[in-house]
């Protein structure tokens, strides 16, 4: 694809009679149209010039307009065309309508079109965003794209090389391999255009049952600490500029505590807890994202139920935001809420309340002004910017105020290089995204993360060509590795692959039930046909753990019991034959019942009593 620059060269002739450089003067580009290099246009002055000058030129609309980030759906082909969405992402706006209508000029992606269309569509919006009044270009941001997981918190990696979760990085405990994903991840963003990353999760899983525990480096404040500052440094590098990938840490001050595990993305649950009076354990990996610098941070949804002077969510609560973040720790980086704290979602025949927990009787327009007056700069899935303008004309909120959220996001945009060239090489992108070299990185990280949790009488790895019975394996991968037979009976080994269970949560909002809420253990039939098998031929166990499993019966049982956090079957049976070893640690405990999932204090962790596998366990193969 083709892009046109407004580039204007200011030398004149007689700087080559006189036999000046032309280099004297820079190129530029003129986004605001006026015919002449403004401050803001201007690449050789600093950043704080840059801002200041852009600033003192936007209207207010404009200035609210940058302070939401939304959603939006994509066409297949990376075209703009207005058309009607469909599947999950059917009721996201479209990015054109957010840009001409709203003024905004961040945007967050989900389920994505192939490389090619990715990185058309994104050099579309940028074309569009420089034709506005000031030629604002736009900032892209995307939820993980390179992990296993599908569901709301993650895409699963198509074209992308595709890696462990953060639990499989934690699991290795090595902070050089994760700052080396996180490079390439970087070099795989920056090819299609993400220039922010609405992760690393720093948050710990001290509450086994939370759904999102696959996305931390587990409940050890230490261990995920070490895990952060490596993953934000791939990212951004020592110092954010043109070659980096803002990091949206998240979510401070910590989300793990979640009562029973429920998640506050419903009304369902709406406070999170400390029975251990644990709060300041949450910090601590947070404080290694501030020591790398990271470009912004994402408060959750719940309340920290009595920890502050009022039970208000995160967003909403100025000792979190204010006190805490901005004056403790001298944070001066953007904060951006999680998406939905302010307008519900209508979703068809659903209607997904915000999350304003604790100030559900506000109306929008109190909603807004609450956050900003917290110290948050910009309100994540949402785009409803005419309430920021109705505040300041209101006299409500100061322009001044304004003027501080814009500056930080301003800040950002200059840093990255956005300003001077916002566009991608769409051939080149299609050369670097999924990358042999990037691929192969991915798939041995996956055996490395596998942790071998039992191995009775040395079973694995084992050797030769056995016949093999599998089950929730593709049976022409298995091939590859034994002789597949179609019973346990006529099996020397049975190799089976699990995954940590869960129940979903009686509503009507189909979003909530997707979330893997609820119990650890398997149940009726299903855990009597594990058992089963179990029972009928000597069988080797592989669980996928996103969150603790409780498994006794099944560990007692199987003959070798393995691990993974986002593995493939080739990953998984290269480790059973010992074509690769397995290196992890467990990044959390395994509870060895139900009742001492139930009586362990959700912001505590490994705090369950007599675990079946204790955090930091795993077996290796003898030499």
């Known amino acids: 694809?083709?892009?046109?620059?407004?580039?204007?060269?200011?030398?004149?002739?007689?700087?080559?009679?006189?036999?000046?450089?032309?280099?004297?003067?820079?190129?530029?580009?003129?986004?605001?149209?006026?015919?002449?290099?403004?401050?803001?246009?201007?690449?050789?002055?600093?950043?704080?010039?840059?801002?200041?000058?852009?600033?003192?030129?936007?209207?207010?609309?404009?200035?609210?307009?940058?302070?939401?980030?939304?959603?939006?759906?994509?066409?297949?082909?990376?075209?703009?065309?207005?058309?009607?969405?469909?599947?999950?992402?059917?009721?996201?706006?479209?990015?054109?309508?957010?840009?001409?209508?709203?003024?905004?000029?961040?945007?967050?992606?989900?389920?994505?079109?192939?490389?090619?269309?990715?990185?058309?569509?994104?050099?579309?919006?940028?074309?569009?965003?420089?034709?506005?009044?000031?030629?604002?270009?736009?900032?892209?941001?995307?939820?993980?794209?390179?992990?296993?997981?599908?569901?709301?918190?993650?895409?699963?990696?198509?074209?992308?090389?595709?890696?462990?979760?953060?639990?499989?990085?934690?699991?290795?405990?090595?902070?050089?391999?994760?700052?080396?994903?996180?490079?390439?991840?970087?070099?795989?963003?920056?090819?299609?255009?993400?220039?922010?990353?609405?992760?690393?999760?720093?948050?710990?899983?001290?509450?086994?049952?939370?759904?999102?525990?696959?996305?931390?480096?587990?409940?050890?404040?230490?261990?995920?600490?070490?895990?952060?500052?490596?993953?934000?440094?791939?990212?951004?590098?020592?110092?954010?500029?043109?070659?980096?990938?803002?990091?949206?840490?998240?979510?401070?001050?910590?989300?793990?505590?979640?009562?029973?595990?429920?998640?506050?993305?419903?009304?369902?649950?709406?406070?999170?807890?400390?029975?251990?009076?644990?709060?300041?354990?949450?910090?601590?990996?947070?404080?290694?994202?501030?020591?790398?610098?990271?470009?912004?941070?994402?408060?959750?949804?719940?309340?920290?139920?009595?920890?502050?002077?009022?039970?208000?969510?995160?967003?909403?609560?100025?000792?979190?935001?204010?006190?805490?973040?901005?004056?403790?720790?001298?944070?001066?980086?953007?904060?951006?809420?999680?998406?939905?704290?302010?307008?519900d979602a209508k979703m068809g025949n659903v209607v997904w309340p915000a999350r304003a927990w604790g100030v559900e009787n506000l109306s929008e327009k109190e909603r807004v002004l609450k956050v900003i007056n917290a110290g948050v700069d910009q309100f994540g899935g949402e785009s409803v910017p005419e309430h920021v303008v109705a505040l300041v004309k209101d006299g409500q909120l100061s322009e001044k105020r304004v003027d501080e959220s814009v500056r930080r996001l301003l800040r950002q945009k200059f840093e990255l290089g956005l300003f001077d060239n916002p566009y991608v090489d769409v051939d080149k992108a299609t050369q670097i995204v999924g990358k042999e070299e990037f691929k192969k990185a991915g798939e041995v990280a996956q055996r490395r993360a596998i942790t071998l949790l039992k191995n009775d009488a040395k079973t694995l790895p084992l050797s030769g060509k056995k016949k093999i019975f599998v089950q929730n394996i593709d049976k022409a991968v298995a091939a590859q590795y034994g002789e597949v037979v179609d019973t346990p009976e006529a099996a020397e080994l049975a190799i089976i692959r699990l995954k940590t269970p869960w129940v979903p949560v009686e509503t009507e909002n189909f979003m909530a039930k997707m979330f893997h809420h609820g119990d650890l253990d398997f149940k009726g039939k299903e855990k009597e046909d594990i058992l089963k098998l179990l029972n009928t031929v000597p069988t080797i166990v592989d669980i996928y753990l996103d969150r603790p499993a409780v498994i006794p019966e099944i560990s007692a049982k199987a003959k070798a019991l393995v691990a993974n956090y986002g593995a493939s079957d080739a990953a998984v049976l290269d480790v059973i034959f010992g074509k690769a070893k397995p290196e992890g640690k467990l990044p959390f405990e395994l509870p060895s019942s139900m009742e001492a999932v139930r009586n362990q204090k959700e912001d505590v962790p490994y705090d369950s009593k007599d675990p079946l596998y204790k955090f930091g366990f795993g077996l290796s193969y003898s030499k």
């Open 1 to 343: 694809m083709k892009v046109s620059f407004r580039y204007t060269l200011l030398a004149i002739p007689l700087a080559a009679v006189l036999g000046l450089s032309f280099a004297t003067r820079p190129t530029y580009r003129d986004l605001n149209k006026n015919g002449k290099m403004d401050v803001y246009e201007d690449t050789s002055k600093p950043v704080a010039a840059r801002v200041n000058d852009l600033l003192s030129q936007m209207t207010l609309e404009e200035k609210a307009g940058m302070m939401f980030i939304n959603g939006v759906r994509l066409n297949d082909d990376g075209s703009l065309e207005e058309r009607p969405g469909t599947g999950m992402f059917a009721f996201a706006p479209t990015a054109p309508s957010l840009i001409r209508d709203k003024k905004m000029n961040h945007l967050n992606i989900w389920a994505a079109p192939g490389t090619k269309a990715l990185a058309t569509w994104y050099n579309n919006i940028q074309k569009m965003a420089e034709e506005s009044r000031l030629g604002i270009p736009i900032t892209l941001a995307s939820d993980p794209r390179h992990y296993f997981s599908n569901n709301i918190f993650a895409m699963s990696a198509e074209t992308f090389s595709q890696w462990p979760e953060q639990l499989g990085f934690a699991a290795i405990g090595d902070e050089a391999l994760t700052r080396k994903f996180a490079d390439i991840a970087r070099q795989e963003y920056l090819a299609v255009g993400i220039r922010e990353a609405l992760h690393p999760m720093a948050d710990l899983a001290t509450e086994p049952r939370w759904p999102r525990v696959s996305g931390t480096f587990g409940e050890d404040a230490n261990l995920s600490a070490k895990m952060i500052k490596a993953y934000v440094l791939g990212f951004q590098g020592a110092t954010l500029d043109k070659n980096g990938v803002a990091c949206m840490t998240k979510h401070f001050s910590g989300g793990g505590p979640q009562k029973e595990g429920l998640d506050p993305h419903f009304e369902f649950q709406k406070g999170q807890v400390y029975p251990g009076n644990n709060f300041n354990y949450h910090l601590i990996p947070f404080e290694a994202a501030f020591a790398a610098k990271t470009a912004a941070i994402m408060p959750y949804y719940g309340v920290p139920t009595d920890q502050t002077s009022e039970n208000v969510a995160f967003s909403f609560n100025k000792d979190i935001i204010t006190k805490l973040l901005r004056e403790k720790y001298k944070y001066d980086g953007v904060v951006c809420t999680d998406w939905g704290l302010i307008t």
